[in-house]
């Protein structure tokens, strides 16, 4: 498919439990393209955190392809492949994941620590820019035990666009948070997705979410049930 | 402050009972070994100025070839003649190296009371280099006991007095000589009667003694002396036979006017190996057929290079202890740190942090940790120091009569060594503790339940 920036091409992967292999993707391809805001849905087990995992470059597959703007990421070594997240990629996980010795603003500043040609200046302004953008500019110095469920993701939201990815992978983000909350991230993600461009791909199985979403790929037993050909585009 | 640094610093406040632990280990095990370096250079101070002053065997000393070994057996084939002392002398003097320098006369023979005569062993010293040797600054700092005379004033101050000896106190006391020349200046030296009931008494009533030998050509000779001084002897070994004379007594008494060796003493003792290389081949340039031999070389002083070789296999042991110690301590603590941030680090590796970084990041933490109790282990150990050094402790060094002044001595080189020493050997004991995790998948790191 043109204009696609992520294709996953016939992925397989499969897990060692002792004894036991448990295939988690079996054959899976997937196009991503920019600006779409993307649900993997399906019950747990199904193989969403694994195709996420891929797709953000952080797990190999055991066979197939994954391709990040045209790149083969089984080309790259663990360091480039490290850039690439970096540069390319932001991570909203279920468990918000923030450096609790470090505040609200630092934790937002630590990928762009990474960015050497990002000026200490412009590194504060995107902080703070990405810190009114999820809504929290008044906690900037919180730390995140200071904080509630909601706020914690929202500083991991801005965490992940700080950097200004080409794509943001969300596993579970509001599994983790009481249904209102939820409701108010992806309410967050949405907006984002509408007014500034950011391609987000998240994982839920949280019926209330799905409606809202503009592509749908459902996953079952490892396999993609909605095709990237057939599934719903906004 | 850097992001990578902030962090570094914060993480280090996570766990503080257990960073403390592990400051306090580093910060006594470097106090331990700065102290010990102190002890130990002091130690290396004391040896030293005892074998190159004390012992008058100098920073480097001058025989003729083959004098080192067979001086005692052939005293006159191997002296070095007149004009030799001349030319040694005037070459060492040519040396900007060397501070003076001094000759000096080996003998044997028998010392008497007029009743008794026992075994001594002699050195004859020009009087005016052996005022200037017993008040160099290098033996008033590191052993003026054994510099002061036990009984009576130095040797160098008896240029008036004929047959001027100073007497080990052993010697001495084998004599029953119990009072110096200064107690009894004007006694009478009489041959005694040796059935007296009160000879002992005679005898310690003057300060006179006969020395006996054989001269350099196989004749008998004897010369009378007069006990100015009781000294310690150099070492345990000479205590009862020691007799320091004035160089124109012993050479009266050998009728020879060679001497046994020069020695060099040097400004600096980092240069005597130099040194004694350099002026070995100027004077067999020369002609002379010598050989020259440092103070550490074992043949000369096998008491101080044998005392040397324990004090630094013990300095050894000990390091490697110490080190041990921290090390294990440090990597208990990273590692501990890492398993209980193990999802934390699979973040900072999703975010894009490279393997390398995450690996800086802990070595920072290491750094900023050993660096704080390096300084704590200073402060402590200078402390340490100061109150030792003014308590004055006296011991006694084995091998050598008297007692010391003990003093703790560390240098900065030395210190700042240690502490390089310990920072290395730490940050390589967090790179290992750190090493296995930051190779783990990311996923495998994010799933963990800690951190």
Redesign the interface.
Known sequence: MPNAFIRLDAVHKTYRLGETTVPALRGVTLDLHKGEFTAIVGPSGAGKSTLL?LV?C??EPDRGVVLVEGTDVATLS??ER??L???KIG?I?QSF?L????DAR?NI???L??HGHVSTSERAARVQQALEDVGIAGFAHHLPDRLSGGQRQRVAIA?ALVTHPLLVLADEPTANLDSATAHHILDLMVELNEKRGVTFLFSTHDEKLIRRVGRVVQISDGLLVDTPSTAARA | MSGAWKLAVRNLSRNRRRNLATGLAIALGFAALVVLSGYLRYGERFLRANAVYIQHGGHVAVFREGGLALAWLKPGEYRLTRAEQDTVTATLAADPRVEFSAPFLRGMGLVGNGCRAVPFVGLGVDLAQEQRIMRHREVQYACPDLAQPLAGRELSSYTTVDGAVSLAAGLAKLLGKQRVHDEVPNAVATPPDCAAPDLAARIAADANVQLAAVTYDGAFSAVDAEMVSVVRANSMDTEDTLLLASLPTLQRLYETDGVTYIAAFLHDVRETHAVAADVEARLRALGLRVTTHSFDDERVNPYFVGTMAFLDSMRFFIDLLVMAVVALSMVNATTLSVLERTRELGTLRALGFQRGELRNLFLRETLILTTLALCAGLVVALGAIAVFNATGILVEPPGIPGRVRLRLEPTVVQSAGLALEIALVLLGATWVAVRRQTRTRVVTLLAATSG
């Open positions: 995992h953000g952080i797990d663990d360091d490290s850039r997240r970096n540069r991570f996980f994941n450096v609790p010795v470090l630092e500043e630590l990928p620590l990474l965490r």
